[in-house]
């Protein structure tokens, strides 16, 4: 059965850090491109960032990119979201999220972990 | 970016109702479009891609249709289990984005 299960989420002082992780299981995770997406509270859903299957390739949204930084571990099959000078406007429920085939479709998700950006 | 308008924002219905839910793009995605499913306090659940491919162990009850920048998403006889949000999302080029979604409730 595949899983993701997300961690590292909490309550952070704007212009703080965060590490968040995704510890995946049920699938060959090293042969899948990964993606974190997010839900502020009350707004829809906001894809954040990918990461190819090898980290060749990684993608952000301009409202993240030069402050975020995604990463995985292919040997722990684990995803991360560096989060560096964090913003009110981060609020958020952040989930990973695998993506099928070459294409972003995301079929398999986190249950979410939220952070909180707030003094 | 590509914008993508998705309506009504939120609908009742029936038990046993047919619901169509729309979906707009800013511009021409060809097929590039997923439809997702988001119960309270659950991971988002993918229901259709490619605009009318349906996942694997999704109900049949569940379609989708449309190309290029029109696309719609249709319950054929809504069940109780079906309250939720629906979003869809584009992946014709990055950023890949979501409509703000579609709350549907039992009337």
């Known amino acids: 059965e595949v899983q993701l299960v997300d961690s590292g989420g909490g309550l952070v002082q704007p212009g703080g850090s965060l590490r968040l992780s995704c510890s995946a299981s049920?699938?060959?995770?090293?042969?899948?491109?990964m993606n974190w997406v997010r839900q502020a509270p009350g707004k829809g859903l906001e894809w954040v960032s990918f990461?190819?299957?090898?980290?060749?390739?990684?993608y952000y949204a301009d409202s993240v990119k030069g402050r975020f930084s995604i990463s995985r571990d292919n040997a722990k099959s684990s995803l991360y979201l560096q989060m560096n000078s964090l913003r009110a406007e981060d609020t958020a429920v952040y989930y990973c999220?695998?993506?099928?085939?070459?294409?972003?479709?995301?079929?398999?998700w986190g249950q979410g972990t939220l952070v909180t950006v707030s003094s | 970016d590509i914008q993508m308008t998705q309506s009504p924002s939120s609908l009742s219905a029936s038990v046993g109702d047919r619901v169509t839910i729309t979906c707009q793009a800013s511009?021409?995605?060809?097929?590039?479009l997923n439809w997702y499913q988001r119960k309270p306090g659950k991971a988002p659940k993918l229901l259709i891609y490619a605009a009318s491919n349906l996942e694997t162990g999704v109900p049949s009850r569940f379609s989708g249709s449309g190309s290029g920048t029109d696309f719609t998403f249709t319950i054929s006889s809504l069940q109780p289990e079906d309250i939720a949000t629906y979003y869809c999302?584009?992946?014709?080029?990055?950023?890949?984005?979501f409509g703000q979604g579609t709350k549907v409730e039992i009337k």
């Open positions: 511009q021409d995605i060809s097929n590039y």
């Open positions: 999220a695998r993506a099928q085939s070459a294409a972003a479709i995301f079929d398999f």
């Open positions: 990461i190819s299957s090898t980290s060749s390739a990684t």
């Open positions: 999302q584009h992946y014709e080029n990055r950023p890949w984005t």
């Open positions: 049920g699938f060959t995770f090293s042969i899948y491109d």
